[in-house]
């Protein structure tokens, strides 16, 4: 079982829900011993007589109360839970409090078990709490001076009911008088049979209550001279809010309890703390580094950089709360002799510094999450949990964090995400607003530079860079300093799969410039091509496609009146070059050269520059946080829209020279760079990272190195045997003409993994080898979905004509039209087999024509009319399928093999490139077209 309430320090993490949060003056009887003591008299039990203990909600009693009573605040807390299976034992098998022992005591009233008509008290009978010091975020730095009592509950069984009451008293030093309280309000549907909050006060006491519901509360009652709110749990469960709303309108239900009347008086409050831990003496260490800085420069703005950047690197993050110290500050000259301290000790010293250059400069509270609801909140110290330190200069507001990294005079200016902040100044100060701007440099600047000087249908080599500035940055730091080569091989993995196929990364180095605050990745390596076919040219694409999203939900008529959260603040700079081949006609653009637009809070600038075979670019982008009025929205996503609509294009020239194009040799050559950088690849990545290996095998295939890939392929299966590997393996040995090679790999393939798409591939293999009823027998073995029928006819078909089996494979085809009538691969089936096997030719047309209305891509079913055209003999229309098909797909090899046998045919001796091209992408087109009666006129 775990208490439902903790504190909230500055620089901690922000509350949990269901947290009970609190902190008040300074120490009363606090100690680090757990008491054993009746409940405050003031208290109001709950009593389980009043819940259905049998057949109710597990969870039975959940009972809250507070006292706020001369700076000291006591929390009192009833919980009963029905142990109902293992599960909830061994969840509330151990009970587990927490408390501040500088600040408060932990008093145990009740641990008792109910059995049926028994109690268990748990206490009398010996059991004791067990304290220990709990340090959960000891890794981040973070001591937070929580102690834990915790208690294995001795005999408790499944059936049995838990019950514990405790209380803690805090008493902060850092608040004085003053005191504060927060409390979650569970909402539906928390399922509890009782569950309440009660907060009293005397009634000479001021105070002050909110909440986000606040009409769930009727007014304090006055009893025996308290003030009393009260309230039953769970509440309503609040309205669901659109998840791009800003935080405040999805902040949780929390009572706020307080003692100061406004900002102003908590920023009074607060400040002699800070302002009298930043006093060093003249002769101080501190003082001499304020001295040294002011000797280096004259520039104010540069002091202030030298000296946040002194307390960013020489003083390590440690989180101290022990002796008051979640909201006490430690001392400036205390922290600089240790070099550690949390968000405090450090906005203190830089405090410290700036004051003594002659810089305006004070320390301010924010809230790290959820800070644009501030102006809504109760002036309570627990709505915050960070400070950093404001400096004014020529009257512009710079907001300086000692716990980040890598501030420099370029990145000074940035504001954080924080909204708003409370100044802590002698004479107070409300919250002030941080005022948001761009930011005024590149948190990330990448160059690439990309070589497709060997062709525009291979990939090219890159060369990158990217500079990470700031925070982000600096976590590269200490990869810079160890020079892991596997944790940079594990890196360069990463950019390669991420980069898709036919990435590899031949090199990469990690380094860190100290003065620039920033982290530098450097790579170089093989990336994929770009370049798509697309309306009869090789185009690189530059479309948005719905990359800039602003498509806010507003539909609902309650949330029209919602603005939208914008993130932000980022500011991304790419600078992209390209070198084109020299060996072919001009590369032309369109769509603009310059862009500059603007949508809901984000600014995207472009600018190409084309010179001879170089391409350049520079794409940057703005992101600024803020919010979108309702009012903004509509005109906000039409903009968003209209700049996803830009299109713009690097168009190769009309007759390119395709690798296929390329005798072998000449192929080589140009792509012998290529391979030596898969090479380097291969060698660079760590003993267990196969895709450098993978992606030149592949890269093999696509020049026709069908040995080299074979080689390739045949280490892989050495070091990670897998049935896909086995079945590429059959096809790269199909198209070397090691058929029998290649009807063994597939079989492994199946055996090891009997998917259907290999059984297909296997029984083609086996019937063009002459194999016919054993490929029949696979296939009539297997298990079809209606996902897979039409594949299935479509190969059984094929298999049953090789077979002699006509009407079978009429049969199995009819079939598939009659459930699938308009589907194109059903029809282009259909259309395929008449064609190849040269049967049904009189009722084939209208099927073929159908399939290519029907498709998408329509080259394969061009492709299938066109042999049924040139089995009629009608040689035109097939040559205008063919050319059709070729130009939708250049590297359809069957149309290619087709296209050269109908000129051969027809006296065009050109017909013979057609078909070694052909011949050079699919080897075994020869072989299987063969076997129909196809072959190209010697």
Same mark, same amino acid.
Request: glycine share 8%; charged share 25%.
């Given at each position: 079982?775990?208490?439902?309430?903790?504190?909230?320090?500055?620089?901690?993490?922000?509350?949990?829900?269901?947290?009970?949060?609190?902190?008040?003056?300074?120490?009363?009887?606090?100690?680090?011993?757990?008491?054993?003591?009746?409940?405050?008299?003031?208290?109001?039990?709950?009593?389980?007589?009043?819940?259905?203990?049998?057949?109710?909600?597990?969870?039975?009693?959940?009972?809250?109360? !507070?006292?706020?009573?001369?700076?000291?605040?006591?929390?009192?807390?009833?919980?009963?839970?029905?142990?109902?299976?293992?599960?909830?034992?061994?969840?509330?098998?151990?009970?587990?409090?927490?408390?501040?022992?500088?600040?408060?005591?932990?008093?145990?009233?009740?641990?008792?078990?109910?059995?049926?008509?028994?109690?268990?008290?748990?206490?009398?009978?010996?059991?004791?709490?067990?304290?220990?010091?709990?340090?959960?975020?000891?890794?981040?730095?973070?001591?937070?001076?929580?102690?834990?009592?915790?208690?294995?509950?001795?005999?408790?069984?499944?059936?049995?009911?838990?019950?514990?009451?405790?209380?803690?008293?805090?008493?902060?030093?850092?608040?004085?008088?003053?005191?504060?309280?927060?409390?979650?309000?569970?909402?539906?549907?928390?399922?509890?049979?009782?569950?309440?909050?009660?907060?009293?006060?005397?009634?000479?006491?001021?105070?002050?209550?909110?909440?986000?519901?606040?009409?769930?509360?009727?007014?304090?009652?006055?009893?025996?001279?308290?003030?009393?709110?009260?309230?039953?749990?769970?509440?309503?469960?609040?309205?669901?809010?659109? !998840?791009?709303?800003?935080?405040?309108?999805?902040?949780?239900?929390?009572?706020?309890?307080?003692?100061?009347?406004?900002?102003?008086?908590?920023?009074?409050?607060?400040?002699? !703390?800070?302002?009298?831990?930043?006093?060093?003496?003249?002769?101080?260490?501190?003082?001499?580094?304020?001295?040294?800085?002011?000797?280096?420069?004259?520039?104010?703005?540069?002091?202030?950089?030298?000296?946040?950047?002194?307390?960013?690197?020489?003083?390590?993050?440690?989180?101290?709360?022990?002796?008051?110290?979640?909201?006490?500050?430690?001392?400036?000259?205390?922290?600089?002799?240790?070099?550690?301290?949390?968000?405090?000790?450090?906005?203190?010293?830089?405090?410290?510094?700036?004051?003594?250059?002659?810089?305006?400069?004070?320390?301010?509270?924010?809230?790290?999450?959820?800070?644009?609801?501030?102006?809504?909140?109760?002036?309570?110290?627990?709505?915050?949990?960070?400070?950093?330190?404001?400096?004014?200069?020529?009257?512009?507001?710079?907001?300086?964090?000692?716990?980040?990294?890598?501030?420099?005079?370029?990145?000074?200016?940035?504001?954080?995400?924080?909204?708003?902040?409370?100044?802590?100044?002698?004479?107070?100060?409300?919250?002030?607003?941080?005022?948001?701007?761009?930011?005024?440099?590149?948190?990330?600047?990448?160059?690439?530079?990309?070589?497709?000087?060997?062709?525009?249908?291979?990939?090219?080599?890159?060369?990158?860079?990217?500079?990470?500035?700031?925070?982000?940055?600096?976590?590269?730091?200490?990869?810079?300093?160890?020079?892991?080569?596997?944790?940079?091989?594990?890196?360069?993995?990463?950019?390669?799969?991420?980069?898709?196929?036919?990435?590899?990364?031949?090199?990469?180095?990690?380094?860190?410039?100290?003065?620039?605050?920033?982290?530098?990745?450097?790579?170089?390596?093989?990336?994929?091509?770009?370049?798509?076919?697309?309306?009869?040219?090789?185009?690189?694409?530059?479309?948005?496609?719905?990359?800039?999203?602003?498509?806010?939900?507003?539909?609902?008529?309650?949330?029209?009146?919602?603005?939208?959260?914008?993130?932000?603040?980022?500011?991304?700079?790419?600078?992209?070059?390209?070198?084109?081949?020299?060996?072919?006609?001009?590369?032309?653009?369109?769509?603009?050269?310059?862009?500059?637009?603007?949508?809901?809070?984000?600014?995207?600038?472009?600018?190409?520059?084309?010179?001879?075979?170089?391409?350049?670019?520079?794409?940057?982008?703005?992101?600024?946080?803020?919010?979108?009025?309702?009012?903004?929205?509509?005109?906000?996503?039409?903009?968003?829209?209209?700049?996803?609509?830009?299109?713009?294009?690097?168009?190769?020239?009309?007759?390119?020279?395709?690798?296929?194009?390329?005798?072998?040799?000449?192929?080589?050559?140009?792509?012998?760079?290529?391979?030596?950088?898969?090479?380097?690849?291969?060698?660079?990545?760590?003993?267990?990272?196969?895709?450098?290996?993978?992606?030149?095998?592949?890269?093999?295939?696509?020049?026709?190195?069908?040995?080299?890939?074979?080689?390739?392929?045949?280490?892989?299966?050495?070091?990670?045997?897998t049935a896909d590997i086995y079945r590429w393996r059959a096809e790269v040995l199909a198209s070397l003409g090691r058929t029998e090679e290649a009807i063994e790999a597939a079989q492994t393939s199946y055996d090891l993994d009997p998917d259907n798409g290999t059984a297909f591939y296997l029984a083609e293999l086996l019937a063009y080898d002459g194999q016919r009823e054993d490929a029949l027998t696979v296939l009539e073995a297997l298990p079809i979905g209606q996902d897979e029928s039409g594949q299935y006819a479509s190969t059984y078909a094929t298999v049953a004509g090789l077979a002699g089996k006509t009407d079978d494979a009429f049969a199995i085809l009819g079939r598939q039209m009659e459930d699938r009538p308009t589907d194109a691969s059903v029809l282009n089936a259909d259309c395929w087999f008449r064609g190849l096997f040269n049967v049904g030719l009189e009722t084939a047309m209208p099927v073929c024509t159908k399939a290519i209305e029907r498709a998408t891509n329509s080259a394969p079913m061009l492709d299938s009319r066109a042999m049924v055209n040139y089995r009629l003999g009608d040689l035109d229309a097939a040559m205008r399928d063919l050319d059709s098909a070729l130009e939708l797909v250049p590297g359809l090899a069957a149309s290619r093999y087709l296209r050269g046998i109908i000129r051969l045919e027809s006296g065009d001796t050109g017909g013979r490139d057609d078909v070694a091209t052909a011949l050079r992408i699919s080897p075994e087109l020869a072989e299987r077209y063969?076997? !129909?009666?196809?072959?190209?006129?010697?």
């Amino acid at each position: 079982m775990n208490d439902k309430w903790k504190l909230a320090p500055v620089c901690s993490a922000t509350v949990v829900a269901g947290a009970f949060t609190f902190a008040i003056s300074g120490p009363a009887l606090a100690g680090e011993a757990v008491l054993y003591e009746a409940a405050p008299d003031w208290t109001e039990p709950a009593s389980l007589d009043d819940v259905d203990r049998r057949d109710g909600p597990s969870n039975l009693i959940f009972d809250w109360q !507070h006292r706020l009573e001369d700076g000291v605040v006591t929390s009192y807390e009833d919980t009963a839970i029905r142990i109902d299976n293992p599960e909830a034992l061994m969840e509330q098998g151990t009970i587990s409090l927490t408390w501040f022992p500088d600040k408060g005591d932990l008093s145990i009233h009740k641990v008792e078990i109910l059995r049926g008509d028994e109690i268990i008290d748990v206490v009398d009978g010996g059991a004791r709490f067990d304290v220990i010091r709990r340090e959960q975020g000891l890794e981040q730095r973070l001591l937070d001076g929580q102690l834990t009592a915790t208690l294995a509950v001795p005999g408790l069984k499944v059936g049995d009911i838990l019950r514990v009451t405790h209380s803690t008293t805090m008493d902060d030093q850092a608040l004085g008088e003053e005191m504060q309280a927060s409390q979650y309000l569970w909402t539906k549907p928390w399922q509890v049979d009782f569950s309440r909050v009660i907060v009293s006060w005397p009634v000479d006491e001021e105070v002050f209550w909110s909440a986000e519901n606040k009409e769930d509360f009727s007014e304090p009652l006055v009893k025996d001279g308290f003030k009393t709110l009260t309230l039953s749990l769970p509440i309503e469960e609040k309205a669901e809010m659109p !998840h791009d709303a800003p935080a405040r309108f999805r902040r949780p239900t929390v009572l706020r309890v307080g003692t100061y009347a406004d900002w102003n008086e908590l920023s009074r409050s607060f400040a002699p !703390h800070y302002v009298a831990a930043a006093k060093v003496p003249d002769n101080s260490e501190v003082a001499d580094e304020a001295r040294r800085i002011m000797a280096a420069s004259d520039d104010p703005l540069t002091r202030v950089s030298l000296a946040l950047r002194l307390v960013q690197d020489d003083v390590s993050y440690l989180l101290n709360g022990l002796d008051g110290g979640n909201y006490m500050p430690q001392a400036a000259e205390l922290t600089w002799n240790q070099r550690y301290g949390d968000c405090k000790a450090k906005s203190v010293l830089l405090y410290s510094l700036l004051t003594q250059m002659g810089i305006d400069a004070e320390p301010v509270l924010v809230a790290t999450s959820g800070g644009d609801a501030l102006p809504e909140l109760l002036p309570i110290p627990g709505n915050f949990d960070h400070m950093i330190v404001r400096a004014k200069i020529d009257g512009k507001d710079y907001w300086l964090d000692g716990t980040s990294t890598a501030t420099r005079l370029s990145n000074l200016a940035d504001v954080p995400p924080f909204f708003y902040a409370l100044p802590l100044t002698a004479e107070g100060s409300d919250l002030v607003e941080m005022a948001q701007r761009e930011l005024a440099w590149p948190q990330m600047i990448m160059q690439v530079d990309t070589d497709y000087s060997a062709g525009v249908d291979l990939p090219p080599m890159f060369d990158l860079t990217m500079k990470i500035f700031g925070p982000q940055g600096a976590g590269l730091r200490a990869m810079a300093d160890e020079g892991d080569e596997e944790a940079l091989k594990t890196m360069a993995a990463g950019f390669a799969s991420s980069a898709g196929t036919g990435g590899a990364i031949t090199n990469i180095a990690v380094s860190y410039d100290e003065e620039a605050g920033a982290g530098i990745i450097e790579m170089q390596g093989i990336a994929p091509n770009e370049f798509e076919w697309r309306d009869g040219r090789l185009r690189l694409s530059r479309q948005n496609d719905g990359e800039y999203v602003f498509n806010p939900d507003r539909a609902r008529a309650e949330w029209r009146q919602i603005p939208v959260q914008t993130s932000g603040p980022s500011r991304v700079r790419m600078e992209l070059s390209a070198t084109l081949p020299n060996n072919m006609g001009e590369f032309t653009a369109s769509g603009p050269d310059t862009l500059d637009s603007r949508y809901a809070n984000t600014s995207l600038k472009v600018d190409r520059q084309q010179s001879g075979r170089r391409v350049q670019s520079t794409v940057e982008v703005v992101e600024r946080l803020g919010e979108i009025a309702p009012e903004q929205i509509a005109t906000e996503k039409l903009a968003a829209r209209r700049l996803n609509s830009v299109k713009t294009d690097l168009v190769a020239p009309e007759a390119i020279v395709w690798r296929w194009d390329l005798e072998q040799d000449e192929l080589a050559r140009r792509t012998a760079p290529i391979i030596a950088a898969y090479d380097e690849a291969v060698e660079f990545a760590a003993d267990d990272d196969h895709n450098p290996l993978i992606q030149r095998a592949r890269f093999r295939t696509q020049i026709f190195d069908w040995g080299g890939a074979l080689r390739d392929i045949d280490t892989l299966l050495a070091e990670m045997a897998t049935a896909d590997i086995y079945r590429w393996r059959a096809e790269v040995l199909a198209s070397l003409g090691r058929t029998e090679e290649a009807i063994e790999a597939a079989q492994t393939s199946y055996d090891l993994d009997p998917d259907n798409g290999t059984a297909f591939y296997l029984a083609e293999l086996l019937a063009y080898d002459g194999q016919r009823e054993d490929a029949l027998t696979v296939l009539e073995a297997l298990p079809i979905g209606q996902d897979e029928s039409g594949q299935y006819a479509s190969t059984y078909a094929t298999v049953a004509g090789l077979a002699g089996k006509t009407d079978d494979a009429f049969a199995i085809l009819g079939r598939q039209m009659e459930d699938r009538p308009t589907d194109a691969s059903v029809l282009n089936a259909d259309c395929w087999f008449r064609g190849l096997f040269n049967v049904g030719l009189e009722t084939a047309m209208p099927v073929c024509t159908k399939a290519i209305e029907r498709a998408t891509n329509s080259a394969p079913m061009l492709d299938s009319r066109a042999m049924v055209n040139y089995r009629l003999g009608d040689l035109d229309a097939a040559m205008r399928d063919l050319d059709s098909a070729l130009e939708l797909v250049p590297g359809l090899a069957a149309s290619r093999y087709l296209r050269g046998i109908i000129r051969l045919e027809s006296g065009d001796t050109g017909g013979r490139d057609d078909v070694a091209t052909a011949l050079r992408i699919s080897p075994e087109l020869a072989e299987r077209y063969a076997v !129909h009666g196809l072959s190209p006129r010697q």
